[in-house]
């Protein structure tokens, strides 16, 4: 069982930077793939970035490319996702996922809200 619990989201203006932060508890972390989704009302949720149990080649929905990066210390059982460059559109409620064959573990998410 792994437990996970987002922060580091709120409100910012147009072109400013965040980052989230994913703590997970339980045991394993390094076991895990991590990403982070998105979901607005409405709408189904949507991948955002993934990066694997070692920390390479993270991939990213195309939209954040350029903009949003991944990574994960797995000393601090953590995954982060820095925001930069944000943008109305970016606004959702941001969840960590933790995966591993068939476990699949969610957070119960973080609002980022970003002003025009």
């Known amino acids: 069982q792994v437990q996970l619990v987002e922060s580091g989201g709120g409100l910012v203006q147009a072109g400013e930077s965040l980052r989230l932060s994913c703590a997970a508890s339980?045991?394993?972390?390094?076991?895990?793939?991590m990403s982070w989704f998105r979901q607005t009302p409405g709408k189904e949720r949507e991948f955002v970035a993934r990066?694997?149990?070692?920390?390479?080649?993270?991939s990213y929905t195309g939209s954040v490319k350029g903009r949003f990066t991944i990574s994960r210390d797995n000393a601090k059982n953590t995954v982060y996702l820095q925001m930069n460059s944000l943008k109305p559109e970016d606004t959702a409620v941001y969840y960590c996922?933790?995966?591993?064959?068939?476990?699949?573990?969610w957070g119960q998410g973080t609002q980022v809200t970003v002003s025009s």
């Open positions: 996922n933790a995966r591993y064959f068939v476990y699949n573990y």
């Open positions: 339980g045991r394993a972390f390094s076991m895990y793939s």
């Open positions: 990066i694997n149990t070692s920390g390479d080649n993270p």
